[in-house]
């Protein structure tokens, strides 16, 4: 039985460098899985989250949610805002709880300005995920700009290698929570 991984692009930006990382990721997975699903927050906009029952019947909100109740594992990456995640991250993980985390293996990546950013980014959104329970994979990634062309393609090999590496701990993961 294929699993079913939720890829999700937490940049709100058209033509955001958490694209092209998600999309190496998606079609690596892909092959290895078969079952995935993307979401783009850059297409897949919702309202601001303010706990109102209403916004639940909302068709983004519907959409989302359906999204992770049928996903057994994730992969997420966001860029680096302000030493954190993205608003727009933050707020679609708002509108989801420990019911569609709880014991799931996530995978997590940052698209980072250099140096040394995205490091926070990846820490910040630790605590979220440990906040809805979820099963965060040790392992992670932060892609610099230089490895993304102007096209928006990740072109930098030894990163396509480390993200590869990710995808396996991802899937080893989700063999692990099958025969639990």
Do not use: C, W
């Amino acid at each position: 039985m294929s699993k079913n991984v939720l890829f999700i692009s937490g940049s709100p930006r058209a033509g955001a460098n958490t694209k092209a990382v998600v999309n190496v990721v998606y079609r690596l997975l892909r092959d290895k899985q078969g079952n995935s699903q993307l979401l783009d927050l850059h297409r897949h906009v919702l309202p601001l989250f303010n706990g109102d029952p209403a916004q639940q019947e909302l068709d983004t909100v519907v959409q989302l949610r359906k999204l992770a109740k049928e996903a057994d594992a994730f992969f997420i990456v966001t860029p680096e805002y302000h030493n954190g995640i993205s608003g727009a991250l933050k707020n679609a993980l708002d509108f989801l709880n420990s019911d569609y985390f709880q014991g799931k293996p996530v995978a997590i990546a940052a698209a980072a300005g250099g140096g040394k950013g995205g490091i926070n980014a990846l820490n910040n959104l630790r605590l979220v995920l440990r906040g809805v329970q979820a099963n965060v994979l040790s392992t992670q990634y932060v892609a610099d700009p230089n490895q993304i062309d102007q096209h928006g393609i990740f072109i930098d090999e030894a990163g396509v290698q480390a993200l590869q590496a990710l995808v396996l701990d991802l899937a080893s993961a989700l063999k692990t929570e099958a025969s639990v």
